[in-house]
């Protein structure tokens, strides 16, 4: 979505985040289609940690060859197994990437405003984990019940049942994440129930940017 005429306000920022295989990347290609900028925070952390990227290299020197594929690329999901397993690791892992990923995403917004952009949305895993709230303009939480989700995760992403709860049980509840968000985006069913319930959210974020044009 761009602005039309002159640039006269910065965007609204849009927090969206989600528990695990809830299906919060279904509703930000949503959002972007009816006209947000989107950032996809899971794509920055991909490029944070690129091959030839500092990151990667001192991913490399901590852990080892371990969690690289044969080309040098992180292997994300050796590394996964590994930051779960381990607090420390993960907060160490955490302390490497985020300055990268923090940059990248500094460097989005200013490309969305550079563009007009009167929504932007932020696609972000570990939103309230981060305590990154306050960053947005509005909050937003798709979530599905733990069973939905559970099942999602093995038919999509090859997770077992132990993957998935380890995974899960490290994040902040739903019930958590619920009470904090400013909207709650329910993922029980299929795509068009998900696109029904996104639509009744979007339009109340475009009629507060609609407003303030």
């Not at 969690?67 to 690329?73: A, F, K, N, Y």
């Amino acid at each position: 979505m761009k602005r039309r005429g002159a640039s006269i306000r910065r965007p609204i920022f849009v927090g969206l985040t989600g528990s695990v295989v809830a299906g919060k990347s279904a509703v930000g290609k949503l959002f972007e289609t009816w006209g947000a900028w989107r950032i996809d925070a899971d794509q920055l952390a991909r490029r944070a940690v690129e091959p030839g990227s500092l990151p990667l290299a001192q991913i490399q020197q901590r852990w080892g060859d371990v969690v690289l594929h044969p080309d040098g690329s992180l292997d994300r999901d050796a590394m996964r197994t590994l930051v779960f397993e381990d607090e420390d690791e993960r907060v160490q892992l955490e302390m490497i990437v985020h300055p990268a990923i923090r940059e990248l995403r500094k460097a989005a917004r200013d490309d969305a405003m550079k563009a007009g952009a009167l929504i932007v949305l932020e696609e972000v895993p570990l939103l309230f984990e981060s305590k990154l709230e306050g960053d947005y303009d509005v909050t937003i939480v798709v979530d599905a019940r733990t069973e939905v989700r559970s099942a999602r995760a093995f038919v999509t992403r090859n997770w077992s049942a132990e993957e998935f709860r380890s995974i899960d049980s490290s994040q902040m509840s739903s019930d958590d994440k619920r009470k904090r968000a400013d909207y709650v985006i329910e993922n029980n069913g299929d795509l068009d129930l998900l696109e029904q319930s996104a639509q009744l959210v979007w339009n109340i974020v475009a009629s507060s940017s609609d407003c303030n044009e």
